[in-house]
């Protein structure tokens, strides 16, 4: 997610807590908490399989 998004969704929360969080640096360690391939790959991989799933949906429905 876009850190950007992030800090205003934190922001806009009403949460005192949420507001103090330095939005950057909480995502910068949540992703190096990951090794180096799950972001490109495993990503993807979550991309291709929403994407098929969706296509498929769209086809059993139109099937019936």
Do not use: K, Y
Not at 11 to 23: K, N, P, Q
Request: net charge positive.
């Amino acid at each position: 997610m876009n850190a950007v998004a992030v800090a205003a969704a934190f922001a806009t929360s009403g949460d005192a807590e949420l507001r103090r969080i330095d939005v950057r640096s909480m995502l910068r360690a949540a992703e190096q908490g990951f090794p180096r391939w799950v972001m490109p790959h495993l990503q993807n991989l979550r991309h291709a399989v929403v994407f098929a799933g969706s296509a498929a949906a769209l086809v059993l429905l139109a099937a019936h």
